[in-house]
């Protein structure tokens, strides 16, 4: 749990607000997990390294990801090419890396198609916001490398 000036009058505001919304009709607020509730376990992320919570992204690539029929058609490949691409954002400095992703998050990735042809995947359903899986967490630890 955070503790402090920013944390009092910037971090915690932000986080109640974000539930504030979940309450609202058609329920797209965020849910909230304290940073200490979220362990380094299989269910989460293997360790303190990883950025991102891989069984939740991969539950919600196929979840708002579907063929014209409604039903979710994202196998492991597709959803580990899509996976890669979100964790080797290539070389560069941190600022062009968040402009890589930022792009990535708004425009999608491309995997191969159930054609054969590259198509793109939404990382964020933006016509259909309730199939988003919104969540904040307080004080989420990573490790930088070389930290064990």
Do not use: C
């Given at each position: 749990?955070?503790?402090?000036?920013?944390?009092?009058?910037?971090?915690?505001?932000?986080?109640?607000?974000?539930?504030?919304?979940?309450?609202?009709?058609?329920?797209?607020?965020?849910?909230y997990i304290e940073a200490n509730h979220l362990?380094?376990?299989?269910?989460?992320?293997?360790n303190y390294h990883e950025v991102l919570l891989?069984?939740?992204?991969?539950?919600?690539?196929?979840?708002?990801?579907?063929?014209?029929?409604?039903?979710?058609?994202?196998?492991?490949?597709?959803?580990?090419?899509?996976?890669?691409?979100?964790?080797?954002?290539?070389?560069?400095?941190?600022?062009?890396?968040?402009?890589?992703?930022?792009?990535?998050?708004?425009?999608?990735?491309?995997?191969?198609?159930?054609?054969?042809?590259?198509?793109?995947?939404?990382?964020?359903?933006?016509?259909?916001?309730?199939?988003?899986?919104?969540?904040?967490?307080?004080?989420?630890?990573?490790?930088?490398?070389?930290?064990?």
């Amino acid at each position: 749990m955070g503790s402090g000036l920013e944390y009092t009058h910037t971090e915690l505001p932000t986080i109640e607000q974000l539930q504030k919304m979940r309450q609202l009709p058609g329920g797209l607020g965020w849910e909230y997990i304290e940073a200490n509730h979220l362990a380094a376990t299989p269910e989460q992320r293997d360790n303190y390294h990883e950025v991102l919570l891989l069984p939740r992204l991969q539950r919600q690539l196929r979840q708002i990801n579907l063929d014209p029929n409604g039903q979710p058609w994202l196998d492991e490949r597709r959803i580990n090419q899509a996976i890669s691409q979100l964790q080797n954002l290539g070389p560069g400095k941190l600022m062009e890396k968040n402009e890589t992703l930022t792009k990535l998050l708004l425009t999608g990735v491309k995997v191969e198609g159930l054609t054969g042809k590259q198509t793109t995947i939404n990382l964020i359903d933006f016509d259909h916001p309730e199939r988003n899986d919104f969540l904040a967490i307080s004080q989420f630890r990573i490790d930088p490398p070389g930290v064990i």
